[in-house]
């Protein structure tokens, strides 16, 4: 079972989220805030992060430079599941913090995110 | 952080527009959650899913009728109606209509008023909007932070050399007055204007500015029993205390 970390503040829709991808075989570790997302990534061995970017405190970009400095999380693809608009985002960003998938949280359905939960897992979940 | 871009030429030269921007921004949030939460019980009803859509689109439309409320006041400038209003009484009657949303987000309510105070001329209804929306932004912030034990939302009012303080107090960590100085100046441009405290665009909080600012000068940080809060100063009813 291929486990999601995901990083969402609202509980509300968290849980709405979390019910979903379990219905569909997957293990979820739901986390509200950068800070305790990267302590998850330390306890539990993460599969693929589905990341909002507007965080309390820490935001979402500084949870990704502070996941990515470490050599055992660099190879765990994220998507960004955010209400923060494509083009809010510096041009570059998604290379530059080597984002897996870009989907815009209120246009995005639950159906859609498995699918891209999916595209991302197949070669694993192929081998 | 260069990767994220403020929306600063959007509405830098439309001033009227921020409030409104804050609130729309701060819109998707609860309609996504709805939609949502929609498409999973197409699969299956879950009385749970059913309570959460309904108390979404209830907080969604009460913001929405206060941003329009504020606006109404706004525009009666001098010519608001204010009217003697017991600061007890709202402060009772918004601690009872938190109770709902508190025990969803698992907080409890307290009301401190110690003492009685004189009534205050105010807007009644702007006035319990206002600590309404705080009061709604407040347990969202909560309901974001670990705790160690649950945490809780006090309702309070104190008196002071400058008039009677009330407002909503809470354990919020990284609210201070140059962080509400400068969230003041950039909302409704950039998405998180209070990082330090919330995920959200905290819209409800400059909801109940713009209510507040027509009776009592708006809302500063303020302490009360070493919790921070936001809260607003009234000037008692001195023609009341005379007759």
């Known amino acids: 079972m291929k486990t999601i970390l995901l990083i969402e503040p609202d509980k509300l829709l968290a849980q709405t989220q979390q019910t979903y991808l379990e219905r569909k075989d997957y293990k979820v570790v739901w986390r509200q805030t950068a800070e305790s997302a990267v302590m998850a990534l330390d306890e539990a061995s993460v599969d693929v992060v589905v990341l909002e970017l507007n965080l309390a405190v820490h935001n979402g970009v500084e949870f990704l430079y502070e996941m990515r400095s470490y050599s055992e999380w660099q190879s765990i693809p994220v998507i960004l599941h955010t209400n923060v608009r494509k083009g809010q985002l510096a041009e570059d960003a998604l290379a530059r913090l080597n984002i897996a998938d870009y989907l815009y949280k209120p246009s995005t359905t639950l159906a859609q995110l498995v699918q891209a939960i999916e595209k991302i897992l197949q070669p694993a979940l192929t081998t | 952080m260069t990767a994220l871009q ?9 001033p009227e527009a921020r409030l409104f921007a804050v609130l729309a921004e701060s819109l998707k949030q609860p309609f996504t959650t709805i939609a949502r939460t929609a498409e999973l019980l197409v699969e299956s009803p879950d009385v749970v899913l059913l309570r959460n859509i309904e108390s979404t689109a209830d907080a969604a439309t009460q913001l929405l009728d206060h941003y329009l409320l504020s606006l109404r006041l706004q525009r009666a400038g001098t010519e608001l109606n204010l009217e003697p209003v017991s600061l007890a009484a709202s402060l009772t ?32 209804a702007g006035l319990s909007a206002a600590l309404l929306d705080l009061g709604t932004v407040f347990l969202e912030t909560q309901s974001q932070r670990t705790h160690t034990h649950r945490p809780v939302l006090k309702l309070a009012a104190h008196r002071t050399r400058h008039g009677i303080v009330a407002g909503i107090f809470a354990d919020v960590e990284g609210l201070s007055t140059d962080m509400f100085r400068r969230a003041r100046q950039v909302y409704g ?23 507040l600012k027509n009776m009592s000068g708006g809302l500063r940080v303020a302490h009360h029993q070493k919790l921070t809060g936001l809260a607003a100063t009234f000037v008692p009813s001195q023609q009341l205390v005379l007759v």
């Open chain 2, 6 to 14: 403020n929306d600063q030429k959007s509405y830098a030269d439309l």
């Open chain 2, 93 to 124: 009657e918004v601690a009872h209509k938190l109770e709902k949303a508190a025990q969803q987000y698992l907080c409890d309510i307290e009301l401190h008023i110690a003492g009685r105070y004189e009534p205050i001329m105010a807007h009644s």
């Open chain 2, 189 to 211: 441009q950039a998405a998180t204007p209070l990082n330090q405290v919330t995920s959200t665009t905290g819209a409800g909080i400059f909801v109940a500015d713009a209510l």
